[in-house]
């Protein structure tokens, strides 16, 4: 699913994802900075995940651990410092 808010795509596209950006956005947080690359590239491997995109470049991230029927647990929801203030978190948050 893609969905478009202001000039931002919001995607469930897993080929989307963009590691690198993901674990530049998580490792400048406090609960996930020293959290390693393979064990990120893991855990999203093994949930749903949703990004936000500014032309092709991430600047959010969320992460969805869920048994697809009755329940998730949200996690790593980060929006690059750059880019907030914009209502980007709440939009990405109504698309989870």
């Not at 994802?17 to 530049?24: A, T």
């Not at 949200?74 to 109504?94: F, N, Q, S, T, W």
């Amino acid at each position: 699913m893609d969905i478009t808010f202001q000039e931002f795509l919001i995607s469930d596209d897993p080929g989307k994802i963009q590691l690198d950006r993901v674990c530049q956005l998580l490792g400048n947080s406090y609960w996930a900075k020293n959290r390693p690359r393979d064990r990120i590239a893991k855990s999203i491997a093994n949930s749903l995940c949703f990004g936000v995109y500014a032309d092709g470049r991430q600047v959010g991230f969320a992460r969805c651990v869920t048994d697809f029927a009755t329940m998730y647990w949200l996690a790593d929801v980060i929006i690059d410092p750059e880019y907030r203030k914009r209502g980007l978190g709440k939009a990405l948050m109504e698309t989870v």
